[in-house]
């Protein structure tokens, strides 16, 4: 959902913001501020990338998909990346579902508009293609960290990450979805922190009584947590 232009920086994204005056002023009538909904498919595979995004509040998740439906994230995005890095070596479709798995918003730009950006030796594209590299040793070190850590370190890096992007010690998630973490669903990740699931979702915090009205929550069975200080973690 389009919310407005963006009428002043800085724009929340840590790539743009990275972007001298007289480059995000040039840039700034071609981005257009929209909400991330929670869940909202972004992209499905094979599907036409029109906008690239830029989140600035937010987390968004790569899952690639089986023939039998099944999934995994292979990489995730926030506020320090672009949603469509594809773009950038001329492929327009996207290669696997593009989820919002926390709510937030972004900056949209349309994909001509990117393409002219990049085909010129710009300031956005020399620090776009940097972002590749680094997006490139996310996804090696979340194979690494699926295939070596055990179910509760993979959760832990999940919670942490997802936190120092969004600045907040709450958010919400989905209870069963076993994409993030390796395909061991949600049930399974917050025994290993707890011992039960119960006395989990109680240390965890996921104040599920407000939010079991909620019709969206229910549908998704979306547990909001809220991360500890280290003190109290017994950190």
């Not at 920086?9 to 995000?24: I, T």
């Not at 918003?105 to 002219?116: C, F, N, S, V």
């Not at 070596?148 to 999940?158: A, E, G, K, M």
């Amino acid at each position: 959902m389009a919310i407005s232009r963006l009428s002043a920086p800085p724009f929340r994204n840590k790539l743009l913001d990275l972007l001298k005056e007289n480059d995000y002023r040039r840039l700034q009538p071609h981005l257009e501020l929209v909400r991330l909904e929670f869940k909202q498919i972004l992209y499905e595979p094979r599907a036409l990338m029109n906008y690239a995004y830029f989140p600035r509040e937010g987390v968004t998740s790569l899952i690639t998909l089986m023939e039998n439906g099944s999934g995994i994230e292979v990489a995730s995005v926030g506020r320090e990346g672009i949603v469509g890095v594809g773009l950038l070596f001329g492929v327009e479709k996207a290669l696997a579902r593009i989820i919002v798995q926390v709510p937030g918003t972004a900056l949209r730009m349309e994909r001509d508009i990117l393409r002219d950006e990049i085909s010129q030796d710009t300031p956005l594209r020399r620090l776009l293609f940097l972002y590749e590299r680094a997006l490139f040793r996310q996804v090696m070190q979340l194979v690494a960290c699926n295939g070596l850590h055990s179910l509760l370190q993979r959760c832990c890096r999940w919670l942490l990450t997802t936190r120092d992007r969004i600045d907040s010690d709450q958010f919400v998630m989905t209870r069963h979805d076993p994409r993030i973490f390796g395909g061991n669903p949600w049930s399974s990740a917050v025994q290993r922190v707890g011992g039960s699931r119960d006395a989990a979702e109680e240390r965890l915090d996921p104040l599920s009584t407000r939010h079991n009205s909620d019709s969206q929550s229910q549908r998704f069975g979306k547990l909001c947590l809220r991360m500890l200080p280290e003190r109290q973690r017994g950190v």
